[in-house]
């Protein structure tokens, strides 16, 4: 999508959401199929990447992505952290899926399906990598339809016993060993076990031909809470509700619970699931198609908070404009804040420079960026920006409240040399107190103002 059909899209989402609303939670890119991981104190969530231009009509999706949080309203964006190029056995230039991210013994092990070739999987030291193949081969190829091999969800139970579930319109799993990367191949056929799709186990017959025998359809994400396990999944064909099933075991038998998201307006014909519990919060993620305008190949991650029933079962969850209203810890801004930290925005991308890291771009005049919830304590007097331009830049406005609320300041964006010729450029501030939401309002005269890469406040 270009810049301007872009900005018809967040025109569009403004117009029906307004600049306080926190769905969908990722605007610098069409992302999908959001799964969440919590470790350190942090949430890190890994998405597909929608590219911009769809083309034959079709899922057009060569890489996975990572954002970040620990306040459950802003996201740092990490970029591009897997692709398809990372899978040296793998010819396809298009396929990458549904992915899921676990932590073990201090590794990361990013277990990646890539669309009529098989599940590969990735290994890091770190959440956000770099990921590297340590196989040189696919992990999953066995089951009886190698295009049927997506949507992986992987689970490491009490007992060190890890779990890797898949599958579409079928379930598998395999009992995946200690090294994560290679699984029991004494049961089930040559390890791979298949799940009996009856409908007491994951829903009543959804279509009456031979493929959908139960309500589930695929993306499948299991958990474990208290002693019961939970299997949220795509259900009912397209377009998909989301459903879920519950067992005493991580392996079953599972019992059929029933639909915990109906499908509305703005979400896609697919769904994807994810749910974790955060500082004494539970949260569920899916995708809508919102930030397109209504397409159902570019789609957008959002999330709610919900609570479970007393009986420990999950109630219907409705999909929300306004997302989280209240975070879990407020912004400190005396420190370096990454401008990748996002609420919100309107027309922004975020690019990797191997010196800079992650930067906000394509800034042009009337584009802005929202931070939440950030603790001005007793006050501030100044405002610094790490920004870089060739051009005559522009300026960003300060403001509290909303994008045309109270103005606390304006930074002057002066030519800096160069695109990727950073300097500190600043401006003073009214003093203010206490936690608001700030908008960055960016204003200029020429397309593409300035990069900006990171910001912080002086008392």
Not at 162 to 180: H, R, S
Request: include cysteine; aromatic fraction near 12%; charge should be negative.
């Amino acid at each position: 999508m270009n810049k301007i059909r872009f900005l018809v899209a967040m025109a569009l989402c403004v117009i029906v959401s307004g600049v306080n609303a926190q769905n969908p939670i990722i605007q610098t890119y069409f992302t999908a199929d959001p799964a969440p991981l919590v470790h350190d104190g942090t949430v890190y969530l890994y998405t597909t990447h929608d590219e911009d231009v769809t083309v034959k009509n079709f899922f057009t999706m060569h890489n996975w992505r990572c954002y970040s949080s620990t306040d459950m309203v802003n996201w740092t964006d990490h970029g591009v952290v897997a692709s398809l190029k990372d899978f040296a056995w793998s010819d396809k230039t298009n396929g990458a899926w549904a992915p899921q991210c676990i932590e073990r013994n201090g590794k990361f092990y990013l277990y990646c399906p890539i669309h009529g070739d098989g599940i590969g999987v990735l290994v890091a030291d770190s959440p956000a990598g770099p990921f590297r193949d340590p196989l040189g081969h696919r992990l999953i190829v066995d089951s009886e339809n190698i295009w049927n091999d997506i949507d992986p969800t992987v689970f490491v139970d009490d007992d060190g016993q890890g779990w890797l579930y898949w599958g579409n319109p079928n379930l598998f799993y395999v009992k995946l060993n200690e090294d994560m990367v290679s699984y029991d191949r004494s049961v089930g056929k040559n390890g791979v076990v298949a799940i009996e799709m009856t409908p007491e186990a994951f829903g009543p017959r959804a279509k009456p031909d031979d493929k959908h025998k139960t309500n589930y359809e695929e993306a499948p994400w299991l958990y474990k809470r208290g002693d019961l396990y939970y299997m949220i999944f795509a259900a009912a064909g397209i377009p998909e509700y989301i459903a879920y099933s519950t067992a005493p075991t991580a392996g079953g038998p599972w019992t059929y619970q029933g639909y915990i998201m109906e499908r509305a307006p703005h979400l896609a014909f697919t769904n994807h699931p994810g749910i974790i519990d955060f500082k004494g919060n539970s949260y569920f993620f899916y995708h809508t198609q919102e930030l397109s305008g209504g397409q159902g190949f570019k789609r957008s991650v959002s999330l709610e908070q919900f609570s479970y029933n007393a009986d420990g079962s999950i109630p219907m969850i409705i999909p929300t404009k306004d997302g989280i209203k209240k975070g879990v810890s407020n912004l400190n801004p005396f420190q370096k804040v990454e401008a990748e930290t996002i609420a919100n925005s309107s027309g922004l991308k975020t690019l990797h420079d191997s010196n800079t890291g992650i930067y906000v771009s394509n800034i042009d005049d009337g584009d802005f960026l929202k931070v939440r919830d950030v603790d001005f304590g007793n006050g501030t007097k100044k405002f610094e920006a790490n920004v870089a331009t060739a051009s005559s830049g522009g300026i960003i406005e300060i403001r509290i409240g909303g994008i045309d609320g109270t103005l606390l300041g304006v930074c002057e964006v002066k030519n800096t040399g160069g695109d990727l010729s950073w300097k500190i450029q600043s401006a003073k501030l009214k003093k203010v107190k206490g936690v608001h939401d700030v908008y960055f309002v960016f204003r200029g005269k020429n397309g593409n103002l300035f990069n900006f890469d990171w910001w912080t406040l002086k008392k």
